[in-house]
């Protein structure tokens, strides 16, 4: 070859990587651009199935309309909303991202579909009362600013990065149109000062039984001499416990048109099956076990099923549970324009159902990942046995509020459950330093620079998190309260 040749042949190799650097900048820049194409064909879509399935009758414009934002509203949900299910897995590294999103979104749809509540209280529990509604139009513009607003917050918490909860923001966006329609006596001040409670009550309780179960993994299995033998013991107990919290949840708040189940009966069925489990899956954890080295990085190991499995039932619990709420202002809307009459609480009808299921897929697929990697990754480091302790959390606390009749958040509760994890490993590790140099007869607290060094919660992320749960229902609220103002306006 001649050099002549030789340096052509570098400059084509110059202008080709040019060219895949180009194409590779493209991709990106046009990345966001086929999610927005993709969520406006699925809204689109989502009306004219609309009109196909209510009939063209007088209000089926309205219909339409509704629909739409409630495709919209289901997309906003999928993209921040079922994050606090999966982030652990990802963040764990227990799940691929691709894997995760393709689980939560059949888990989330089959949740909706099978097991979701055939009844909701489109004013969210009570939150207005709906004889203090003028007439019909004001009561259908009311639901139609809360589904807007609640939307349009879920959507702004996404692209900030905040996971906020979807339940609250339509609270919010009732509660703003309630007030706005018929003033501020027509709201359940007592009902709103619970769900303010929760804002506090759910991460806190999240918290602390997530750190609980890490302190008896870190004492009954990482620091004991033969951490195998101790992971033979205990593992098995604790996805029997799991095993057990999930069929208790299911019973009680995932099966309700299936088959009606109380508490007392529920926790039965939940011990059972976490017997049944316990024994199933000590097998299986000795099996797994054999030829591992005795040390903290091969336990992580004996987690990563039993994660896979507690997200993916996270996720048809989510689906089953908080699909209802999001569609409920769209199934108020649908009721009042077919019946001429508004009432406290409608049967949901499949295709409203449907929207929400499919709209969370979508959303899930196209807009999730973002906060997937702030709930499994950027908040705290977690690996499998402490994701594992926020997917006990998840569904233990669920459990615990609804036997003491707690309005609690499952997004407060996950993430609450991910930052009382990383606040444990951090006065784990202070501690565990002063026993050390208490040991030593050395000094015994770090050096302010070398404590804020240690940090193990990002405090940046915490702020914005904490922050946006705090005013996601007066800013939903606010919001809501502006729309249907303007709908009013707009309408004679």
Known sequence: MTEKSGNQWKTLDRDLDRIATLERGTQYVSRPMVGLGVSLAFIVVAGLGAALFFGFQPGSLIVIVAAGFGAYMALNIGANDVANNMGPAVGANALTMGGAILIAAICESAGA??????????????????????????????????????????????????????????????MGAGIAAAGFSAVNWPSMGAIAASWVISPVLGGAVAAAFLAFIKANIIYVDDKIAAARRWVPVLIGIMAGAFATYLAVKGLKRIVAIDLPMALLI??????????????????????????????????????????????????????????????AIVHAEQVGEFAGKVSIPTWVMVIGAFGISFGLVLFGPKLIRMVGSQITKLNPMRAY????????????????????????????????????????????????????????????????????????????????????????????????????????
Not at 140 to 145: D, S
Not at 272 to 288: F, G, Q
Not at 470 to 483: E, F, H, M, R, Y
């Open 270 to 331: 939940g011990l059972v099956t976490a017997v049944v489990t316990t024994l199933l899956s000590r097998p299986y954890i000795r099996r797994k076990s054999e030829g591992l080295e005795n040390r903290n990085k091969s336990l992580k190991v004996l987690f990563g099923l039993p994660l896979v499995i507690s997200a993916a039932l996270l996720s048809f619990a989510h689906g089953a549970n908080d699909v209802a709420n999001a569609v409920g202002p769209l199934a």
């Open 113 to 174: 579909l099978l097991a979701g509540g055939d009844v909701v209280s489109t004013i969210s529990k009570g939150i207005v009362d709906p004889s203090s509604m003028a007439d019909l139009r004001i009561f259908v513009w009311a639901m139609m600013a809360a589904l807007i607003s609640s939307a349009l917050w879920v959507n702004l918490a996404t692209w900030v990065g905040a996971p906020v909860s979807t339940t609250h923001s339509v609270v919010g966006g009732v």
């Open 389 to 492: 302790c926020v997917a006990l959390s998840a569904a233990i606390t669920v459990i615990v509020a609804s036997w003491l009749g707690l309005p609690v958040s499952s997004t407060h509760i996950a993430v609450g459950g991910v930052f009382g994890v990383g606040f444990f490993r951090e006065w784990h590790a202070e501690r565990r330093y002063r026993q050390n140099a208490q040991r030593r007869g050395v000094e015994r607290r770090l050096p302010p620079e070398e404590r804020r060094r240690r940090k193990l919660v990002r405090r940046s992320h915490f702020m914005t998190i904490v922050a946006a749960w705090i005013i996601t229902v007066p800013a939903a609220a606010l919001l809501s309260g502006l729309i249907f103002t303007v709908l009013n306006l707009l309408t004679p």
